[in-house]
Structure formats: structure tokens, C-alpha cells
């Protein structure tokens, strides 16, 4: 008799090649005790009862499919397979979908693409380990990461419908090696793509093939071009099931956050948005114990493990890829001219040169770094240098990496190598070059993006005439936002009469986007000089209606602005008619105002209601907001506003509660923070509570509101609004080290909130130095380490330089904040500019009028 099974037993998760699904179709033959004959036989009553259904399978076939899924069985066949097998109805479909995820491609592969398990490793960009003589076609045995486990996780997930991981960290710490290995031993059956450029990408996502694994090693390769990857293409890969892998340096990654996103910069934007997409592994640069354990357990059977074993201090992966040799043919060349040579090619690198850098570049700025060292150079110095610098080491990547010309098979440039790019970010991160070195950079660098790149990094450092030089090569190129950039550095310059020239010039070109805005910009600087009309003729037929009323009224003719206004707004548009009644509202003109919005217009309505309020005539605020409350984005708001200051407290809540009711995030905020006002706390906090779970936005002003004897009840959830509210709490009180307790294990996991909440705990209570270690390890390394504390990981590190910078503001500490501009330091310019101006307290970034938002999520304001 057939012994039950329990095919919960059989863990069908697993499978991703023909011969797993083989061994778990053996083991569930074995599991229900069935010889390959019984099979035939019960196959054979089956196919009599149902032969639409299922078919006759001969004990030898029964066999093939059990020991190797060859030849591969039809479903038909798989489904008599498993119903001999007694796997009841309702588990056969699971069954059907593994076997589903194995099965030989009916269609073509990819152009380009190999199996996994037959690509090459050292093509995908992994690093050739160091050689040993008596060593002939071996490599490193792997040691198993602490990550392993969740990666091959996330790929057997990713493989059901398509999915995007990506790993970061620094240079040479294995991201390569342990991406390989999890997809070989996920997917070893499945397509795998290596793209050379970002059109091949576009290319697989055009006509995408079933179980293709898309591999982008240094992502950042792809998203440094004038035609990057985008989201867009990214998702159409995904839609199609695609499994997409990639790596990229931790500096890459940060370089690419949430800052780039409110900056407003559209190709930062694009980045992010993409990298949104992803879910990221961080790979430590250091071993943790147990994975050293791992490789101790390969010391005597592995002579790559025994070497970087014997060398604990250096890294294990960084020994395997040569990396400390590679820093010691850097700071021990045999002579200056060989040290700055390799140097020079390092900071190109580090300033944003991503293109080979050439030997006339590398001979003009080797002087920057001689100063007082210079004289007669020795013959053939630059050869002799070069051949040094590109000399592999141990069979690995030599310091300056030479680049040919496919066509000619002659070295274009050099190439700096990625550790010794690791290296400078933390040894060299607050040097700046000399003006020579910036000179040679702005004469011989001539790609647009390493243009882009360089520009903003001596804009950065303040280096506002070298930032000129590479925004004017730009510009002579066309490219008229460097036109405008250009213009700002001449201004920042002191060089005010020549940026009027420049903008000139864009002002009258064709029209390009954005130009409205430097038309604006260049008539600003003319009225600033006394050239009023010029700027007035030239915006009124060109310029935006908004800045040529605003210059009309700073330069004292309101009446001629209100004519104007009243001419764009009789063709009736919403938009004429909002500049005519914020002009109005600025003139303090009540009648015009209400004329206009007793004729109808809406904008003039809302800004009259405003007049009103402010001049404390409430009454007549609200009666004109009432209408519109339903409609009109801003009006619900400022009506239950109004009533508040009135003392109707009743009234406003009335008003509120329909919004509440329909749902709206905005409005559920409003009437919590006017109970709470209102001596209504309870009822404040028991409306949040019931809220707060299916409207999450909620969960700051739930921490706000809550009563302080219950708030370390609520931070012990993991709400971290209330962790910091808590936090803060604490410090205030003396309990510093109570607060940092429960901080510092959230930011070593990699809680970007909790380390900056730290850092700035920190500082606000007598550890400033700590503070600014931690800020300047994370903005260096990429992972936070001070004197005492754990490594976290910064991969969302984006506010570190800022939050850096105002530090040192408020401190008023000119000295380090002048060594981070040198550090190009973002923000660190602006503060150094403001201090300097003699602010002694950094202005709060302005705030939106409610925090909150408005009730009616729909654009447009009465």
C-alpha cells in the first residue's frame, strides 16, 4: 500500500535547473514508495480513465525523469508523473509552475548571451587575484559571505517575475565575486546578458527573452553617459520578468540620493528614481568574524586564502586583488616626477574625469604638485614614469591603467585604478589641487560630462575662476544651461560686467528652455546697474509677464504693472488673472480686488480673502473661501484656519469632518492638532490611533501629540518619530548615554534617519568632535566609524555633507569649514560664504506655509 505523503515535505522553492526538478520528482517517488514499474503501471490505469488528460509512461521513461529530466517531460506527461505519485489536485499546479521555471527555452537567446554557468568570470568584471608562480589554472576558492543567504533569496524571488539587485561598497571588497556566485548557483541555466553599452540594454529591453539574467557590473558606467539608463527602461525589463544584477561603488550610489532629487536635478532625478527600483546589498569592506572563520577554514587548502589570512591588517579581498600593493607603488615611487604622475591621473579621477586622462594632460599638471621642487627634469621623465605606473603587479592591474584606440592599437590615456581612487576619497579628500592642475584639467579634458563633473567640483571648492574656464568650454559648445552656470561663476568672481555679457548673449539666441529664466536673471543685473529700461524693453517682449511685473514695481512703477497686468488678464486666462491680483495684494489695492472677484475670477477671490484676513476682517475672509472649500485647493484649509483664530472652534470642526470622512491624510492632521490645541488631547490621540495604521503619514504627529509619559511606550514600537522625539527627550534631561543606547544599534544597521539623528544628538549636547568624525568617516568611507563605535553602513548618506557643513556653521568654525570647501564639501561653500558675512546662526530652510500640506491634494491654489 502506498504510504501517504506530505508534499509540504518537498521544497519546490528551490528548483531552477532540470536536474533539481529531476530530484525532487525521485523524491517524491521514493517518498511514497513507488518502484518505476509500479509508476508505469499506475500511469497506464490513469491514461484509460482520462487519456485526454494523461498519459501511458514506460518504466524507463519514469526513470529518465527522476535521474535527470531527460528528455524534458511535456506537461502532460509530468502531470501522469505526479498523479501516479498520489500528489493530490490542489499541490499539482505548484508542481506544474517549477517545472515551468525550468523549461528549455523554446525561443533564441539574447544576442550576446551565455549560460551562466558557462560565463566567464573575469569578462563579468571580476578582479584577476594575485599569481603565484608554482600556481597554474586555479582561482581563490570563495568564502561564503553573511549576505549569501539573502541574495539567493532575492534572486529565487526576483526569478518568479523579474527583479533589480544591486550590491555596493568600496573597491575590491568582493561585490563582483559574491553577486557571480549567488547567480551561478540560483540561475546556472539561465541567459545571461553583459551589455557593453547602455544601447544593448535598450536593445534586450526591446525584445526581451524569457530567464535572462541582465548583469551590469559598475552600474555607474551606465548612468555617467549623455544617453544613460533610465527608470523607464528598467522597468520594461522587469515587466518582461528579467532578473537585472549590478554593482557600484558606495560613493556612486550616495552621489545619487534624495539630495539630487530636491535639487531639482532632472538627470539626479532620473538616477534616483531607477535606483528606487532596486533592492541593495552592502558589501563591508572588512570580514565580519564569522566570515573570517570561513576562510581560516581554507588556510592550509587555498593559497590565496593563506595569504590574505597572513595579512590581516590589509583586507581579504583587498590582498586577493593586489590592492596594497597597488597603494605602495602609488606613495613609494622611486621619484616625485613617477608619485605625481600617478597622482595627477588619481584626482582627475576624483574631481569627475570618468574618460582616459592623456599624456599631455598628465605632463601639465605634474607641475602643480612639484611647487617648490621643480627644476631640470630628468630625460624621458614622463616615459620612465609611465612605464612604472602601468606595470601590473602580481599578475593583477597595474596603478595607471593604459587605454588604445581600437582602430590604431595605440595608448589614448590612462585610467587610475579603482583603489587607489579609494584610497585618495580618504587620504587626499581634503586636498585641492593646485591652479595648475585645474589649468591642465580645463585644457586638456574635453568630454562634456567630465566638463559637467569638473565644473561643479571647483564651484564646490570655491575655485570660481576655474569653474568659469570649463562652464565657457561648455558653452562654446552650445550648451546653454553652462552658459548660465558660466555667467553665476563670473558673478561669484566679482567679475559682474562680463556675466552681463555672457547672459546677453543667451538672451537673444533662439529660443531654448530655460531661457525665460536667464532673460529674468540678466535684467536683474541691469536694474541692479541702472539700466532699468533696457531690461524692462527686452522683458516685455521676450521675458516671462511675472518677472516683467515684478521688475515694474521694484523699480517704481506700479501703476505702469497694474496696466500691464490688466492687459494679459482681459483674455480671460487664470493665469494672467494670478499675477494681476498678486500684484493687487502687493499694491494693498482692496477695491480693484474685490472688483475682480465680484466679476468672477478666482485667483483675485483668494487673494482678497487673504487681504482681508490679514487686515483681521475674518468675516469676510471666510464668506469669500466658503464657496470654493469643495473645489479649490487651500481653501477648506484657510476657512477652518480662520475660524480657529475666530474663538469657533465648533464651527471649524464642522467644516473639517467631511474632508476626515472622505479620507483626506491632510484634513485627519488638521482636526488632531486642533483637539490637541483645544485641551481635546485624548480625543486628538484616540482619532490618530484609529488612523494612523492605514494612513502611515500620520505616525509624526502621532509622536508630536503623544502625551510624554506614554512616548517611550510608542518609540518601542519602532515608529521612528517617536524614537526621536524620545531621544531628544532623554538628552535634555541629562541621559545622553540612555539616548545614544538606543540610537547608535539603529544607525549601525544602516538607519540613515537614526545617524543623522545621532550626529546631531550628539552635537547639541557637548560631543561636537564625535559628531563631526562620524560625519567625516561617512562622507570619506562611505561607512560610519568613530573612535568606540560600530560601522554603519551610509548608503543613504546623501545629508552627511550638509548636515557636516551647518555644523560647522553654527560652531562657527571657520578654519575646518574652510578645509571642507577645499574638500569640496557640499554646502560648505555657502556656509563659508555666510560666515564670512559676518550670520551667526544658520537660517532654517524655508518651510512650506503648513507643514502638513494642504486638505485637497489637487494642484492650484484660490
Known amino acids: ?125 571580476l578582479r584577476a587575484p594575485i599569481a603565484f608562480e608554482d600556481v597554474r589554472d586555479e582561482s581563490p576558492a570563495y568564502v561564503p559571505r553573511d549576505l549569501d543567504d539573502g541574495l539567493r533569496q532575492a534572486l529565487r524571488a526576483a526569478a518568479k517575475g523579474g527583479g533589480f539587485l544591486l550590491l555596493t561598497g568600496r573597491s575590491c571588497v568582493g561585490k563582483t565575486r559574491t553577486l557571480y556566485e549567488a547567480v551561478l548557483d540560483v540561475l546556472p541555466e539561465w541567459w545571461l546578458v553583459h551589455p557593453t553599452s547602455t544601447d544593448a540594454v535598450r536593445e534586450l529591453a526591446a525584445a526581451p527573452t524569457p530567464r535572462t539574467v541582465l548583469w551590469l557590473d559598475e552600474l555607474q558606467g551606465h548612468l555617467d553617459t549623455a544617453d544613460a539608463l533610465t527608470a523607464g527602461t528598467v522597468r520594461t525589463l522587469l515587466n518582461a520578468g528579467t532578473v537585472i544584477v549590478g554593482t557600484m561603488w558606495t560613493n556612486a550610489y550616495q552621489a545619487r540620493g534624495p539630495a539630487h532629487r530636491r535639487e531639482g536635478n532632472s538627470r539626479g532625478d532620473e538616477d534616483s528614481r531607477l535606483l528606487d527600483l532596486a533592492h ?157 592642475v585645474w589649468q591642465a584639467l580645463s585644457e586638456h579634458c574635453h568630454d562634456a560630462e567630465d566638463l559637467q563633473r569638473l565644473a561643479a567640483a571647483a564651484d564646490r571648492r570655491m575655485r570660481y575662476a576655474q569653474a568659469a574656464a570649463f562652464h565657457r568650454r561648455l558653452s562654446e559648445r552650445g550648451d546653454h544651461g553652462a552658459t548660465e552656470a558660466l555667467a553665476e561663476a563670473l558673478i561669484r568672481h ?47 517682449t521676450q521675458g516671462t509677464r511675472q518677472e516683467l511685473l515684478r521688475l515694474l514695481v521694484r523699480v517704481g512703477c506700479p501703476d505702469e504693472a497694474v496696466e500691464v497686468a490688466q492687459r494679459w488678464a482681459a483674455d480671460g486666462s487664470r493665469g494672467a488673472d494670478g499675477y494681476l491680483a498678486d500684484l493687487l495684494v502687493e499694491l494693498g489695492d482692496e477695491e480693484a480686488l474685490r472688483v475682480r472677484a465680484s466679476a468672477g475670477h478666482v485667483n483675485s477671490t483668494g487673494r482678497l480673502a487673504e487681504l482681508l484676513a490679514r487686515r483681521g476682517r475674518r468675516d469676510e475672509a471666510i464668506a469669500l473661501y466658503l464657496p ?12 477652518v484656519e480662520l475660524l480657529v483664530e475666530e474663538g469657533r472652534v465648533e464651527e471649524a470642526l464642522a467644516t473639517l469632518r467631511p474632508f476626515v470622512q472622505a479620507g483626506y491624510t491632510n484634513a485627519h492632521a488638521m482636526l488632531a492638532e486642533i483637539l490637541h490645541a483645544h485641551g481635546r488631547e485624548e480625543e486628538a490621540m484616540s482619532h490618530l490611533r484609529t488612523v494612523v495604521a492605514r494612513v502611515p503619514d500620520l505616525d509624526g504627529l502621532l509622536a508630536q501629540l503623544c502625551p510624554r509619559e506614554e512616548l ?19 538628552a535634555e534631561q541629562g541621559k545622553l548615554d540612555q539616548a545614544l543606547n538606543i540610537v547608535e544599534p539603529l544607525a549601525d544597521r544602516g538607519n540613515a534617519l537614526a545617524t543623522e539623528h545621532l550626529t546631531q544628538l550628539l552635537a547639541d549636547h557637548g560631543r561636537l568632535p564625535e559628531a563631526l568624525d562620524l560625519l567625516r568617516n561617512v562622507i570619506a568611507s562611505g561607512s560610519a566609524l568613530s573612535a568606540g563605535r560600530a560601522s554603519a553602513s551610509a548608503l543613504s548618506a546623501w545629508w552627511a555633507p550638509k548636515q557636516l557643513s551647518r555644523l560647522l556653521f553654527e560652531h562657527g568654525l571657520i578654519g575646518e569649514l574652510r578645509t571642507e570647501v577645499e574638500a569640496g564639501t557640499e554646502g560648505a561653500a555657502e556656509m563659508l560664504r555666510r560666515l564670512s558675512d559676518g550670520e551667526a546662526e544658520a537660517k532654517a530652510t524655508a518651510q512650506p506655509e ?13
Not at 30 to 50: C, H, P, T, W, Y
Not at 628 to 639: K, L, N, S
Open 628 to 639: 470654493y472649500i469643495h473645489t479649490e485647493r487651500g481653501a477648506a484649509d484657510r476657512v
Open 1 to 125: 500500500m502506498t504510504r501517504p505523503l506530505d508534499v509540504h515535505q518537498i521544497d519546490l522553492s528551490t528548483v531552477t535547473t532540470p536536474q533539481q526538478l529531476a530530484d525532487r520528482l525521485n523524491e517524491l517517488r521514493q517518498g511514497v514508495g513507488l518502484s518505476f514499474a509500479k509508476i508505469e503501471e499506475r500511469s497506464k490505469d490513469l491514461a484509460a480513465k482520462n487519456g485526454k488528460t494523461f498519459e501511458k509512461l514506460s518504466a524507463s521513461t519514469a526513470h529518465n525523469y527522476a535521474m535527470k529530466c531527460k528528455p524534458f517531460p511535456s506537461e502532460r506527461r509530468f502531470v501522469t508523473y505526479l498523479a501516479a505519485c498520489a500528489v493530490p489536485p490542489q499541490h499539482i499546479p505548484d508542481w506544474v509552475a517549477a517545472r515551468a521555471q525550468v523549461l528549455p527555452d523554446a525561443r533564441s537567446a539574447p544576442p550576446g548571451a551565455v549560460r551562466v554557468r558557462e560565463a566567464r568570470p573575469l569578462r563579468l568584471g
Open 280 to 436: 541593495v546589498f552592502h558589501v563591508a569592506a572588512a570580514f565580519t568574524a564569522s566570515e573570517n572563520a570561513r576562510a581560516q577554514e581554507l588556510r592550509h587548502k587555498d593559497r590565496w586564502a593563506q595569504a590574505a589570512l597572513d595579512s590581516p591588517d590589509l583586507g581579504f579581498t583587498q590582498v586577493l586583488a593586489a590592492a596594497p600593493d597597488l597603494v605602495d607603488r602609488w606613495e613609494g615611487a622611486p621619484d616625485p616626477y613617477t608619485e605625481h604622475v600617478i597622482t595627477a591621473a588619481v584626482d582627475a579621477r576624483r574631481l569627475g574625469v570618468h574618460t582616459p586622462v592623456s599624456e599631455e594632460f598628465l605632463r601639465a599638471a605634474v607641475r602643480g604638485y612639484l611647487k617648490d621642487r621643480r627644476g631640470v627634469a630628468p630625460p624621458n621623465w614622463l616615459h620612465t614614469s609611465l612605464d612604472y605606473a602601468k606595470t601590473p603587479l602580481r599578475g593583477v592591474a597595474p596603478a595607471l591603467m593604459p587605454c588604445q584606440d581600437e582602430d590604431i592599437e595605440v595608448i589614448t590615456g590612462y585610467i587610475a585604478a579603482d583603489y587607489l581612487l579609494q584610497r585618495a576619497w580618504e587620504t587626499r579628500r581634503t586636498l585641492c589641487p593646485d591652479d595648475v
Open 494 to 540: 566679482g567679475r559682474t560686467e562680463l556675466a552681463i555679457e555672457v547672459l546677453q548673449s543667451a538672451v537673444h539666441a533662439d529660443w531654448y528652455p530655460g531661457q525665460e529664466r536667464v532673460m529674468a536673471r540678466w535684467a536683474g543685473l541691469l536694474a541692479a546697474r541702472g539700466r532699468a529700461q533696457e531690461a524692462i524693453d527686452v522683458l516685455g
Open 712 to 730: 517611550s511606550v510608542l518609540a518601542a514600537t519602532g515608529m521612528w518619530p517617536a524614537v526621536a522625539r524620545w531621544t531628544r527627550l532623554l
Open 850 to 862: 503648513r507643514s502638513r500640506g494642504w486638505i485637497l491634494p489637487e494642484y492650484g491654489v484660490c
